[in-house]
C-alpha cells in the first residue's frame, strides 16, 4: 500500500475588500474572448488577471520580471485561490490591487483585490515560492524581499 500524502497548504485567506489595503493597482479591460456564454468573464480569465498585475507591479518597482530571470531567479506559483463576489463583463475595466500580506524565506504571499467601478469583483491570493534557474527552491535575495514588503 502507498502511504497517503497530505497536502500543506500555505496559502492565508486574511484578504482585505479595502482598495486602502494595496499597495498597487493595475486595469485590465475585458476582451470579449475571456467571457462565456452568459456574456460574463469566464472564472479561468482571472488567473491570467492576476499574472499580469504581478508583471506589471515588478515592471513598476523597476525589476521587470525578465531582469528577474536574467539573474537567476523564477517565482513559481504554489498556491492559488479565488473567491467570486460579483461578475465582470465585456468590456468592464477590472482594477486588480496587488500587496505582498506575507514573506518568510523562500516563499510569499501576494493579495489581490478585483474590482468593477469600484465594487468588488473578487479577491483572491497566491503563494509563490523562489527557485533557481533549475528549478530548486533558494531563500529570496534580501533587495527582492525589501522591494516587494517596502522597508521595514
Not at 69 to 89: H, T
Not at 110 to 118: E, P, R, S
Not at 121 to 128: I, P
Amino acid at each position: 500500500m502507498v502511504p497517503r500524502q497530505t497536502a500543506t497548504v500555505r496559502i492565508e485567506l486574511d484578504l482585505s475588500d479595502d482598495p486602502a489595503d494595496y499597495v498597487f493597482r493595475h486595469p485590465v479591460r475585458v476582451r470579449f474572448a475571456e467571457t462565456d456564454a452568459m456574456g460574463v468573464v469566464h472564472h479561468s480569465a482571472y488567473v491570467p488577471f492576476l499574472e499580469e498585475a504581478r508583471v506589471e507591479w515588478l515592471r513598476a518597482l523597476g525589476h521587470p520580471y525578465s531582469e528577474l530571470r536574467d539573474e537567476g531567479i523564477e517565482l513559481a506559483v504554489l498556491e492559488l485561490v479565488v473567491q467570486y463576489r460579483r461578475s465582470a463583463r465585456f468590456e468592464d475595466v477590472v482594477v486588480v490591487h496587488t500587496r505582498v500580506s506575507r514573506f518568510r524565506g523562500a516563499t510569499f504571499q501576494i493579495d489581490y483585490l478585483l474590482t468593477v467601478d469600484g465594487e468588488v469583483a473578487a479577491l483572491g491570493a497566491t503563494v509563490h515560492g523562489v527557485v533557481d534557474a533549475a528549478g530548486r527552491a533558494t531563500r529570496a535575495p534580501a533587495w527582492f524581499k525589501q522591494l516587494m514588503t517596502g522597508p521595514s
